[in-house]
């Protein structure tokens, strides 16, 4: 199974970034950089999310349905041609209120300044990618028979880049719980933003190095 960032790397992933790109007005590479931090990050507020009995049956349902089943994949030419829709761009907002909740603004500003964009660009880049990201994960869905939580922990898990081995994975899902209480992206504003700044050591020294330049 393609981990998410192998996904932003391959033809179709090129796509993406070229029409979520030309959407805001943002260049291609900044676009690119700002999606291949944020889509783990989404990924890894999902499998938050999806770790509790009625998580999971929330995301699962959402999967198995018309809206979200991989079809926005197979029109990507036709997503993108004079502008994204107001429907998907409102489907992407509730997306992200409904995985990130009160910790949206929080992760936006991180990005926003990890990924030197305003903030207002990569609130628009998140509610194009959060539709995307959801029908990648119905196809996936679809074709793996996923229908129980064990299956789509399994998926989820594969998808953010367990599949791939790397030690970014759980990075990644150490900044999600920095203080292991369960709330889904604590600090990531600080853990993002903290690479150059006060310690060089632990987490915030880890996350800088990998997200940096």
């Known amino acids: 199974m393609s981990g998410i960032l192998d996904l932003l790397n391959s ?23 700002l999606l ?3 889509m783990p990050v989404l990924m890894g507020a999902m499998q938050r999310n999806a770790s509790t009995p009625e998580g999971a049956t929330g995301l699962l349902g959402a999967l198995s349905s018309g809206k979200h089943s991989g079809g926005i994949l197979d029109n990507l030419g036709g997503l993108f041609e004079g502008g994204v829709d ?13 995985i990130l909740g009160n910790k949206q603004p929080a992760v936006e500003n991180a990005l926003s300044q990890k990924a030197g964009m305003d903030a207002g660009s990569v609130s628009e880049i998140l509610k194009v990618a ?6 990648m994960l119905g196809k996936q869905a679809s074709q793996n028979n996923v229908s129980d939580a064990n299956g ?14 790397s030690k970014q994975q759980s990075l990644i899902e ?3 719980d920095a203080d292991g209480d369960g709330s889904i992206l604590d600090d990531v504003a600080g853990m993002l933003l903290s ?13 800088g190095g990998l997200f940096g330049k």
């Open 11 to 33: 033809p179709m992933g090129k796509q993406i970034i070229s029409g979520v790109s030309s959407q805001t007005g943002q260049s291609s590479d900044k676009t690119g950089d």
């Open 130 to 135: 959060a539709p995307i990201l959801m029908g």
């Open 86 to 98: 107001q429907s998907v761009t409102n489907d992407g907002a509730g997306i992200l209120g409904h």
């Open 195 to 207: 690479g150059g700044g006060k310690k060089k050591g632990g987490l915030g020294g880890l996350l």
């Open 152 to 165: 789509l922990a399994s998926m989820l898990g594969g998808m953010s880049g367990a599949a791939q081995g």
């Open 174 to 176: 150490s900044f999600l």
């Open 36 to 38: 291949s931090m944020a």
